[in-house]
T-cell receptor, first 113, second 113 residues
Framework: DGGITQSPKYLFRKEGQNVTLSCEQNLNHDAMYWYRQDPGQGLRLIYYSQIVNDFQKGDIAEGYSVSREKKESFPLTVTSAQKNPTAFYLC????????????FGDGTRLSIL | GNSVTQMEGPVTLSEEAFLTINCTYTATGYPSLFWYVQYPGEGLQLLLKATKADDKGSNKGFEATYRKETTSFHLEKGSVQVSDSAVYFCALSVESSASKIIFGSGTRLSIRP
C-alpha cells in the first residue's frame, strides 16, 4: 500500500541536542511538507519542497532545517536553536503543488527531557 | 490574503444528532476546498473536497457544498456516531499560491453515546 511513513512515533530530545524526524513516501508525489501542531491548535507550516533539491521556508522555519535529496524522503531536523520544540510534527505530500489534497503521515510526538 | 475561519469547538452532540461545522474562507483566485479529519494521536485524513462553485463533496455520510456567494464550505452530517469524534479541519488551496494549503484552526467534535 502506498503511503507516508513517519518515524519515530515518539522522540525525546535533551537540551542542546539536534534531532532528526524521518518522513518517507512511496506515492510518487512531487511536493512534501512539514507541519507543527500544538495542543488544541491548528497546523503551522515549517518547510515545504516542490521538487528534489529545492525547499522553501514556511511560516515558522526558525530553529528547523530540512533536506530533499531524494523524491521519497524529506527529513526534518529540529535544532538546538528551537527553544520550544515540544509538539506533534506532521509530514505530508501531494501530487504536485497546485490545488491537490495533501496526504499525511501519522506524526511524530517530540518531547524535551 | 488567503484564510480559513471555522467555528470554535469543542462541539458536543448526542449520537444520531445532526451536525453542522461552519467554515468560511477568504481567497484570491479560485480555491479548492477540503475537509480533513484527525483522530486522536494520528495524522490528518482527507474527508472530502470540492474544486469549484456549487460542487458538493461527500464521504462517509458527511457533505459540504462549495458556496461561492457566501464564501462558505460548511460540513454537515445527518446522524452522527460516537466514532465520528475527532478534530475536523477546513482547508483551502489556490492554484496561484505555490504549494500551500491553508488550514483552519480545527473544531473538536465529541459524540455522547
Amino acid at each position: 500500500d502506498g503511503g507516508i511513513t513517519q518515524s519515530p512515533k515518539y522522540l525525546f530530545r535533551k537540551e542542546g541536542q539536534n534531532v532528526t524526524l524521518s518522513c518517507e513516501q512511496n506515492l510518487n508525489h512531487d511536493a512534501m511538507y512539514w507541519y507543527r501542531q500544538d495542543p488544541g491548535q491548528g497546523l503551522r507550516l515549517i518547510y515545504y519542497s516542490q521538487i528534489v533539491n529545492d525547499f522553501q521556508k514556511g511560516d515558522i522555519a526558525e530553529g528547523y532545517s530540512v533536506s530533499r535529496e531524494k523524491k521519497e524522503s524529506f527529513p526534518l531536523t529540529v535544532t538546538s536553536a528551537q527553544k520550544n520544540p515540544t509538539a506533534f510534527y506532521l509530514c505530508a505530500s501531494s501530487l504536485d503543488h497546485s490545488n491537490q489534497p495533501q496526504h499525511f503521515g501519522d506524526g511524530t510526538r517530540l518531547s524535551i527531557l | 490574503g488567503n484564510s480559513v475561519t471555522q467555528m470554535e469547538g469543542p462541539v458536543t452532540l448526542s449520537e444520531e444528532a445532526f451536525l453542522t461545522i461552519n467554515c468560511t474562507y477568504t481567497a484570491t483566485g479560485y480555491p479548492s476546498l477540503f475537509w480533513y479529519v484527525q483522530y486522536p494521536g494520528e495524522g490528518l485524513q482527507l474527508l472530502l473536497k470540492a474544486t469549484k462553485a456549487d460542487d458538493k463533496g461527500s464521504n462517509k455520510g458527511f457533505e459540504a457544498t462549495y458556496r461561492k456567494e457566501t464564501t462558505s464550505f460548511h460540513l454537515e452530517k445527518g446522524s452522527v456516531q460516537v466514532s465520528d469524534s475527532a478534530v475536523y479541519f477546513c482547508a483551502l488551496s489556490v492554484e496561484s499560491s505555490a504549494s500551500k494549503i491553508i488550514f483552519g484552526s480545527g473544531t473538536r467534535l465529541s459524540i455522547r453515546p
